[in-house]
């Protein structure tokens, strides 16, 4: 693994972090522009979780003020991290309600998109939703489920978080709304998310490019664990919940059987196109 170009920030003894006045500044105009793209496209839980943090504008927030809330609503907190860390320590740190949170801030330069996780996409794209019941309980059951599976089976229950708790969307009576962080944290891809269709069989990696919107299907996680993705591009296929209880249910439910199942079926073709023709060659290339 290269050299990441970002190095977490140290907390003190006392869990505070020295956040210097410029990224001070790239915070509070991340933090402005997501507030103003996500009105009226957020789910209503992630709203209400956003309301009880009570996330400052103007300066980077201190994990601690987080975890103050976090603890009251599901005994959920934060843990500083570095940049990046293994699948084990991840896993572990989900199962005992502890979500990883690397204490770095994008720069100016990539201000619009980053692919390494930082502190923004952590903090404002996640921690709202950890104040649902619901949605902590499938988080900290996918830890556990997680630490204890192999490589390989990770690489399923991989499929089954990006497709819900980094991308997921949610029906509401007011219409399509997202819980995922990874769209929430996102200006483009808050935009992008809710202007598809109904996945269609004809549907190709080349006709879902060419239309410049995604595709939507029923929240199955079985057929969420087959769906290849790539972490570079627009989501071409977003799975839709019918109710955030749904999550709660799932966390109740034999998900490693659901592994075994997605296994056996073997993975879709991908709906996204191929980053070199090394994959394009290989099929099912993720």
């Given at each position: 693994m290269g050299k990441q170009k970002y190095v977490s920030k140290k907390p003190d003894p006392q869990g505070h972090i020295i956040w210097e006045s410029e990224?001070?500044?790239?915070?509070?105009?991340?933090?402005?522009?997501?507030?103003?793209?996500?009105?009226?496209?957020a789910c209503q839980a992630y709203i209400d979780g956003l309301a009880m943090l009570t996330l400052p504008t103007q300066r980077v927030p201190q994990l601690h003020e987080i975890n103050q809330v976090l603890k009251k609503?599901?005994?959920?907190?934060?843990?500083a991290v570095p940049a990046l860390i293994n699948f084990d320590r991840f896993f572990s740190l989900l199962s005992r309600k502890q979500f990883p949170v690397a204490t770095f801030l994008r720069t100016r330069a990539e201000f619009d998109y980053l692919q390494e996780p930082d502190f923004f996409h952590e903090v404002f794209g996640h921690c709202a939703m950890l104040t649902n019941p619901a949605f902590a309980a499938f988080t900290q059951k996918y830890g556990q489920l997680g630490y204890q599976a192999s490589a390989s089976e990770r690489v399923y229950l991989a499929r089954l978080y990006w497709f819900s708790v980094e991308f997921g969307l949610l029906k509401q009576p007011d219409g399509l709304r997202i819980y995922g962080g990874g769209i929430l944290s996102s200006p483009g891809e808050t935009l992008y998310a809710l202007g598809g269709r109904p996945l269609l069989s004809g549907d190709t990696a080349e006709s879902i490019l060419l239309s410049g919107s995604p595709r939507y299907k029923p929240f199955d996680p079985v057929d969420m664990m087959r769906t290849p993705y790539r972490i570079d591009v627009m989501q071409p296929v977003y799975f839709i919940l019918d109710d955030i209880a749904q999550l709660y249910e799932l966390a109740q439910q034999d998900m490693m059987s659901m592994v075994s199942k997605a296994r056996a079926a073997?993975?879709?073709?991908?709906?996204?196109p191929p980053r070199n023709k090394d994959e394009q060659q290989a099929g099912n290339y993720v």
């Amino acid at each position: 693994m290269g050299k990441q170009k970002y190095v977490s920030k140290k907390p003190d003894p006392q869990g505070h972090i020295i956040w210097e006045s410029e990224e001070d500044g790239i915070w509070r105009d991340l933090v402005t522009r997501q507030l103003a793209c996500i009105q009226g496209r957020a789910c209503q839980a992630y709203i209400d979780g956003l309301a009880m943090l009570t996330l400052p504008t103007q300066r980077v927030p201190q994990l601690h003020e987080i975890n103050q809330v976090l603890k009251k609503a599901t005994g959920w907190e934060c843990v500083a991290v570095p940049a990046l860390i293994n699948f084990d320590r991840f896993f572990s740190l989900l199962s005992r309600k502890q979500f990883p949170v690397a204490t770095f801030l994008r720069t100016r330069a990539e201000f619009d998109y980053l692919q390494e996780p930082d502190f923004f996409h952590e903090v404002f794209g996640h921690c709202a939703m950890l104040t649902n019941p619901a949605f902590a309980a499938f988080t900290q059951k996918y830890g556990q489920l997680g630490y204890q599976a192999s490589a390989s089976e990770r690489v399923y229950l991989a499929r089954l978080y990006w497709f819900s708790v980094e991308f997921g969307l949610l029906k509401q009576p007011d219409g399509l709304r997202i819980y995922g962080g990874g769209i929430l944290s996102s200006p483009g891809e808050t935009l992008y998310a809710l202007g598809g269709r109904p996945l269609l069989s004809g549907d190709t990696a080349e006709s879902i490019l060419l239309s410049g919107s995604p595709r939507y299907k029923p929240f199955d996680p079985v057929d969420m664990m087959r769906t290849p993705y790539r972490i570079d591009v627009m989501q071409p296929v977003y799975f839709i919940l019918d109710d955030i209880a749904q999550l709660y249910e799932l966390a109740q439910q034999d998900m490693m059987s659901m592994v075994s199942k997605a296994r056996a079926a073997g993975l879709h073709v991908p709906l996204h196109p191929p980053r070199n023709k090394d994959e394009q060659q290989a099929g099912n290339y993720v």
